[in-house]
């Protein structure tokens, strides 16, 4: 495949490593989410090939909470997915605003997605209210699944070096520590959503990634009645169990974590709780007024990094990482010892 399938009608969103485009697939007439991962274009020239190859593994993934990709194929070196337009936004615009029914809705299908994508053997590793898209109908799919992992390792030799991929505010601390990781470190970037669905504060916010990353290695996620009292007793215990710092010490998978929520959410809301649960897209894609035939070039893709903040516009999500250097991870393994 190539762009020539598709009609790119209008950018989307632009941020560090991709930019997103609403597109028409010439040969279905059907709309779609062009995302073009344009800083991930490397001088390897089978780059993109490794790329697109891990990708597609975790693209394979279908379930009613897991946004469906279309194809994946590469262009001058450049690799692009295309997938399913979720007209809803992103949950970003909405942090700060749900309250504990919405947020469980959230959960629910967060939870059910990792669960599938967890049978299947994947791990998401890039968790973040950018990559929870919200459909028409106020449900929540999950995007990206792969991309970070692609990422790493379609790069020689990233591993070995003890790089990691992810966005460090929802990061858990052995993917920061570039060590393996399992379901388990999803459910921390879950519980650290959590923690900013209910709050509007992130756990941690430290103007240095590095210092960032830190503390999601060292320091205990401190407790969500801190910042509203309001919060169940239980449903903060559920987020500290989420966000602890052994793996091991976390729900055994994500089924039993949404299991332990919805126990939670019973005892305090009632079994009525999908009643106010209705999650209202905080921002909607306008696709009403494209003319049939309506289609622009592509621009050129930027290298700089320009853009807004990770994740990119509300409208979708870009795709952000962060390559944490080696020498970060022995200094945080020295602080770790340290500490014990």
Known sequence: MSLDSYDVIRELGRGGMAVVHLARQR??????????????????PSF????LRESRVAGSLNHESIVTVYEYFEDSGTPFIAMELMEGGSLRPLIGELRLPQTARALEDLLAAIAFAGNAGIVHRDLKPENALITKGGRVKVADFGIAKAALSGQKGLTSEGMTVGTPEYMSPEQAMAKDVATASDLYSIGCMTYEMLTGRLPFNERSQAALLMKQVTEPVPDVREVDPLIPESVALWVARMTEKDPDD?????SAAWEAFEEALLEHVGPLWRRDATLTPGSEI???DIPPQTATPLRPPSRSGAGPGP???AANPVFQTYHAPAALHEQLSAEQGGAA
Not at 27 to 42: I, Q, T
Not at 250 to 254: E, H, I, K, Q, V
């Open 286 to 288: 306008m696709v009403d």
């Open 311 to 313: 994740g990119g516009t």
């Open 48 to 51: 993109a090939e490794r790329f």
């Open 250 to 254: 976390r729900f055994p998978d994500a």
């Open 27 to 44: 040969d279905l007439g059907r709309l779609a989410a062009l995302k073009e991962l344009a800083g991930l274009n490397a001088d390897d």
